[in-house]
């Protein structure tokens, strides 16, 4: 049975960082993108970031971009997002994701067939 756990959530003033993690089990996705979504109340699901099988690839939502960096180990079968500079608006639960299919690099949710319980992020002002 495949589980993405996220971790590293928590309460932050605006300006601050967290460092989110996801460690996947039941399979290896050492082929795969692995990706981070946000939705924050009343609104719906959004992408934030992506990295390909190889790391190499990073890319981001333009609300995050140059604030927040992705990157994975696949050793440890882990993604990873650091988030600086953050802003009230990155309120929000955050949800690791994988495809099912090696090699690509989706940005929409429809692509993800894997996901986690989330991990809530709140950036007070």
């Known amino acids: 049975q495949v589980q993405l756990v996220e971790s590293g959530g928590g309460l932050v003033q605006a300006g601050g960082s967290l460092r989110l993690s996801c460690v996947a089990s039941?399979?290896?996705?050492?082929?795969?993108?692995m990706g981070w979504f946000r939705r924050a109340p009343g609104k719906e699901r959004e992408f934030v970031a992506t990295?390909?099988?190889?790391?190499?690839?990073?890319l981001y939502a333009d609300s995050v971009k140059g604030r927040f960096t992705i990157s994975r180990d696949n050793a440890k079968n882990t993604v990873y997002l650091q988030m600086n500079s953050l802003k009230y608006e990155d309120t929000a639960e955050y949800y690791c994701?994988?495809?099912?299919?090696?090699?690509?690099?989706?940005?929409?949710?429809?692509?993800?067939?894997?996901w986690g319980q989330g991990t809530q992020v709140t950036v007070s002002s």
């Open positions: 039941g399979r290896t996705f050492n082929r795969h993108a």
């Open positions: 990295v390909s099988w190889h790391g190499r690839s990073p």
């Open positions: 994701a994988a495809p099912e299919f090696e090699l690509v690099l989706p940005t929409r949710p429809s692509g993800y067939a894997y």
